[in-house]
């Protein structure tokens, strides 16, 4: 008799009359997206392999030097080392294209986004819930209608990467431009700064550190998509795991995972210092 | 001086709430302090943030060398605060990741000014507020009172007119609040803008402002000279307000000294002047030359000394010594000169010329009470540029600002 309380909504019918419909009328659109997604991840993957396996490394340790210390740069050669013994390097390689694909690619909608939320409080009475959609919404559904759209590979993983990772850019740039101190930029505004200029020269860069805490939530949230990007056919380390899931393969999965830990470690490491860096490197380059 | 100087902004403010309607309405004079104190809340900062328009004030009109500031675009607007109008911050407003010197120079950098010109502007006002050679340094690394100092430097260095200053000296502790009063007011003397200043202390008001208006309950209660506001509070609340004041600092020479009827010039003999003195029952009499300027002090004993010898100059038995002061002498400055030796201390002009002298009884009397001395019924206003007082051609600056609430 419940059943006849509230007559059965066909939600779902809908959404896939929406994605029916999207997909035949702009096929040739997301033919050409499709194209353009993966060349862009096939870019980062092309450059990240360019070097030998053992420059590439030395790059790795030099970066983990100079943004985090000697200790993550030992940790680089280490972990590195170790993936190459495991036979991981180019699913590495791969997995970290993904991941630096679609940050770039969060940040690049998420911070201009999180800019103009704080001015303006329409956009942000539209980017909250929005974000709170993203955040929650299952990765699976979102997935199964891009399938649709770019079909399978890096596409689709990287618009499903960038959805579930984006939000923090947003927030944190909108959190990092509040708490600006007042003060500061209501001085600018005394003398006589532009709006333009006051967002550069005053707000962005106090808000940096707290921008940048954000890049590494958006790197992190990333990472932790690559198993589900696997399910897409994203390739990289995900994969490995998919695959020993799949066979009930216990070493091959635990070694996918083991070569995911050390991605993890190390980009949470060199990227979780990058606002107070600069601050530290400003003083002492004095 | 300038001359031509037609610089008068009058705020009137109302508040049209049914309440009723307040009025707090000033003129600032060009090269002037003029001070706005009030307890917090009184809407003394609001006022002055009105100027600039950090305020936007829902009615009303300011008018700024006869243009309304009101009816400005956000372009007009923006160029008046580059080029007219500089601020300084009770919370100084300084950027963090930003050297002395980069934070010195943002008025300039937002004018789109050269990195060479940007970098001479901002030396010259480092110079001034005597941070010279700082500029590398980044403002994490100043004290409070130093940033301050930065903060001062950054409303110099573009060179507007006009200075409005929040409560800049209100965060600092009290030691170094002096200091850079002082600093402030030498600097003014050198730089001589036109200055709103808010304050909550009253010494600092009186201590720095040509002119204060007292503010309550966003009214002004009392607008008048630092002397004016102590000795006729215009009702009770400026009363209690001013209860506690230092008179020592405030109070000046000019208030307490007595005028001074009789002189001996140099040249008139011992005998006459002794009987002058004796006739005038004065223990001490001025000694002056012709032109009345001021040679020092003699005592009656010494006078009687030298009539009775048959003296015919007064020379010797005057005390060149004698302690002398300007009219804006503080009488904290005065005071000490009374310890050692119960003398009259002269009271001169800038020409040295001999105005009053200030009895230890007239300046204790200073010191304690509202009472009025002698010659009270002067005026005692600082000396305040007055060149530009209201003329004909002024009448257009009258400004009238609209507020509803505070």
């Known amino acids: ?286 | 001086m300038r001359r031509s100087g037609k610089s008068k902004a009058e705020v009137e403010r109302s508040t049209g709430a049914t309440i009723g309607a307040f009025d707090a309405s000033f003129d600032v004079n060009r090269g002037e302090i003029f001070v706005i104190i009030g307890l917090s809340g009184s809407g003394k900062s609001t006022i002055l943030r009105t100027i600039n328009r950090l305020n936007e004030p829902t009615e009303g009109t300011i008018h700024l060398d006869g243009e309304d500031v009101l009816a400005m675009s956000t372009k007009q607007l923006r160029q008046l605060r580059r080029k007219k109008i500089g601020m300084v911050f009770q919370q100084f407003g300084l950027l963090p990741n930003r050297t002395v010197q980069d934070n010195v120079t943002f008025g300039l950098e937002v004018q789109g000014v050269g990195a060479e010109k940007r970098r001479k502007a901002g030396q010259e006002a480092l110079g001034l507020v005597g941070l010279q050679g700082q500029g590398d340094k980044l403002i994490t690394e100043l004290s409070g009172g130093m940033q301050q100092r930065v903060g001062l430097a950054r409303a110099l260095a573009t060179e507007q007119e006009i200075l409005l200053m929040d409560e800049p000296f209100s965060a600092l502790d009290p030691l170094i609040r002096r200091d850079m009063q002082n600093l402030f007011l030498s600097i003014q003397g050198e730089v001589k803008r036109t200055v709103v200043f808010v304050t909550h202390d009253l010494d600092e008001a009186l201590t720095l402002g040509h002119r204060v208006a007292i503010m309550k309950d966003g009214e002004i209660v009392q607008l008048g000279t630092p002397e004016q506001i102590l000795r006729e509070p215009a009702n009770e609340y400026v009363e209690r307000f001013v209860e506690d004041v230092d008179y020592a600092k405030v109070r000046t020479a000019q208030t307490v000294m007595v005028p001074v009827n009789e002189v001996a010039y140099i040249n008139d003999g011992p005998t006459v002047v002794l009987r002058r003195m004796r006739q005038f029952g004065l223990d001490f009499i001025p000694v002056v030359d012709e032109e009345r300027r001021f040679l020092g002090t003699a005592e009656a004993e010494e006078v009687a000394r030298l009539a009775e010898r048959n003296e015919r100059e007064l020379g010797s038995s005057v005390d060149r010594e004698a302690a002398k002061v300007g009219r804006d002498t503080s009488l904290r400055e005065i005071l000490p000169l009374f310890v050692e030796r119960d003398v009259p201390v002269a009271v001169v002009d800038d020409e040295n010329r001999i105005e009053g002298v200030v009895y230890r009884g007239s300046l204790i009397a200073g010191l304690t009470t509202s009472q009025e001395s002698p010659d009270e019924s002067e005026s005692f206003d600082r000396e305040v540029p007055q060149e530009n007082a209201p003329n004909g051609a002024n009448s257009g600056d009258r400004v009238r600002v609209r507020r509803i609430g505070e």
């Open chain 1, 1 to 286: 008799m419940q059943e006849n309380l509230v007559p059965r909504i066909p939600l779902g019918q809908y959404a896939e009359n929406v994605i029916d419909y999207i997909t035949d009328t702009f096929e040739g659109f997301f033919d050409v997206v499709q194209d353009g997604l993966d060349g862009f991840v096939s870019a980062f993957e092309a450059l990240l392999n360019f070097p030998p396996e053992l420059v590439m490394i030395a790059i790795l340790a030099a970066i983990a030097f100079y943004f985090a210390g000697w200790r993550v740069a030992v940790f680089a050669i280490l972990g590195s080392l170790l993936i190459l013994g495991l036979d991981l390097w180019e699913d590495t390689m791969l997995t970290l294209a993904l991941v630096l694909s679609s940050t770039v690619v969060a940040l690049a909608i998420g911070i201009p986004l999180g800019i103009l939320a704080v001015q303006s409080r329409s956009i942000e009475a539209v980017v909250k819930p929005a974000l709170d959609i993203m955040q929650t919404m299952p990765a699976f559904v979102y997935l199964v209608p891009m399938i649709i759209l770019l079909g399978l590979g890096s596409g689709p993983a990287l618009v499903a990467t960038v959805i579930f990772a984006m939000p923090p850019a947003v927030r944190l740039t909108m959190l990092g431009i509040q708490q600006v101190p007042r003060n500061t930029v209501e001085a600018a505004h005394a003398f006589g700064a532009t709006r333009g200029q006051t967002l550069l020269k005053v707000e962005l860069p106090q808000a940096l550190s707290t921008i940048m805490a954000g890049v590494n939530q958006v790197i992190m949230l990333a990472l932790s998509m690559v198993v589900i990007a696997a399910l897409v056919g994203a390739g990289g380390l995900g994969e490995v795991v998919v695959r020993g899931l799949g066979q009930l393969n216990v070493g091959t999965a635990f070694e996918g995972g083991v070569g995911i830990v050390i991605v993890a470690i190390y980009l949470d490491r060199v990227t979780r210092r990058l606002g107070q860096k600069r601050k530290k490197g400003g003083k002492g380059g004095k």
